[in-house]
């Protein structure tokens, strides 16, 4: 048999009537970029549409929209009237005094499940989707949980401190003798807390006035320098302090902090 004469390279298959003819790679894309094959030019061989030829297409506006592919039908419809629903749904549901039709169902084909009916009567809370990968969710109490003695002491002590002023200043240091000497008693079980806390008492021995404190009647000096730290621990917050942290050694005040 004599083939038929196919349309000369560059004329779309839509206007020569014939069958469209296009590469694997050009139908993938065409379905990609929503190009309609039978509307592109072909410059392959013999008028064969090329993925470049969907490409140059789709840019250049010449060609249609492929056509928009009809929705999916539900593969059972119920009769009119109907309300689908279980069986067991539509027991707990006539137990419940509830009216399936007032229940929005997320079985197969839009089927009212027990779980629907549980949920429309608030005996069960829907079940919010996490994200593929997402950390499980932590099981949190509802309703007041009283403060253990730790904590309300911790809440105490916070609101005690909101109606002192403030003054809160920032420089910038050179830590590296600081680094340097934690090398050297790091072996004697000096910590770097510790240490801070020595470097803290030093700077108030030196300048008086940051170990003040406010009241109505004017500056309060406080004599000796004590230094606290805070520490988080589970369940709560703790504040060890380091009494007279400004005559005490390094070492000294290593093996307190430890006891503390």
Same mark, same amino acid.
Request: aromatic letters at 4%; glycine letters at 8%.
């Given at each position: 048999k004599t083939a038929a004469p196919k349309a000369a390279a560059g !004329?779309?298959?839509?206007?020569?009537?014939?069958?469209?003819?296009?590469?694997?790679?050009?139908k993938k894309r065409a379905q990609e970029m929503g190009v309609d094959l039978s509307t592109v030019a072909g410059t392959g061989p013999g008028g064969r549409v090329t993925a470049?030829?969907?490409?140059?297409? @789709?840019?250049?506006?010449?060609?249609?929209?492929?056509?928009?592919?009809?929705p999916s039908k539900p593969s059972h419809i119920p009769a009119a009237g109907v309300i689908a629903a279980t069986p067991m749904a539509?027991?707990?549901?006539?137990?419940?005094?509830v009216d399936l039709s007032t229940i929005q169902g997320t079985?197969?084909?839009?089927?009212? !499940?027990?779980?629907?009916?549980?949920? @429309?009567?608030?005996?069960?809370?829907?079940?919010?989707?996490r994200p593929t990968g997402a950390p499980a969710p932590v099981d949190l109490p509802?309703?007041?949980?009283?403060?253990?003695?730790?904590?309300?002491?911790?809440? +105490? +002590?916070?609101?005690?401190?909101?109606?002192?002023?403030?003054?809160?200043?920032?420089y910038e240091i050179e830590m590296d003798k600081f680094d340097a000497l934690y090398q050297k008693v790091k072996p004697k079980g000096v910590t770097v807390s510790a240490l801070l806390a020595k470097a803290v008492a030093l700077a108030i021995e030196k300048y008086p006035i940051i170990n003040s404190s406010y009241s109505k009647e004017g500056t309060i000096f406080n004599k000796d320098i004590n230094v606290a730290m805070a520490v988080a621990i589970d369940g709560g917050l703790i504040?060890? !302090?380091?009494?007279?942290?400004n005559e005490r050694s390094i070492v000294e005040i290593g093996e307190n902090w430890k006891e503390l």
């Amino acid at each position: 048999k004599t083939a038929a004469p196919k349309a000369a390279a560059g !004329t779309p298959a839509a206007a020569s009537g014939e069958r469209v003819v296009a590469s694997p790679l050009a139908k993938k894309r065409a379905q990609e970029m929503g190009v309609d094959l039978s509307t592109v030019a072909g410059t392959g061989p013999g008028g064969r549409v090329t993925a470049g030829d969907v490409e140059s297409a @789709a840019s250049s506006g010449g060609a249609k929209p492929a056509a928009a592919a009809a929705p999916s039908k539900p593969s059972h419809i119920p009769a009119a009237g109907v309300i689908a629903a279980t069986p067991m749904a539509r027991a707990m549901a006539k137990k419940s005094k509830v009216d399936l039709s007032t229940i929005q169902g997320t079985g197969q084909f839009g089927r009212v !499940t027990v779980d629907d009916v549980l949920i @429309a009567t608030g005996q069960k809370k829907v079940e919010r989707k996490r994200p593929t990968g997402a950390p499980a969710p932590v099981d949190l109490p509802e309703g007041l949980v009283p403060f253990t003695g730790m904590q309300r002491a911790v809440s +105490n +002590n916070m609101e005690a401190t909101m109606s002192t002023p403030v003054f809160r200043i920032s420089y910038e240091i050179e830590m590296d003798k600081f680094d340097a000497l934690y090398q050297k008693v790091k072996p004697k079980g000096v910590t770097v807390s510790a240490l801070l806390a020595k470097a803290v008492a030093l700077a108030i021995e030196k300048y008086p006035i940051i170990n003040s404190s406010y009241s109505k009647e004017g500056t309060i000096f406080n004599k000796d320098i004590n230094v606290a730290m805070a520490v988080a621990i589970d369940g709560g917050l703790i504040i060890p !302090t380091l009494k007279y942290a400004n005559e005490r050694s390094i070492v000294e005040i290593g093996e307190n902090w430890k006891e503390l």
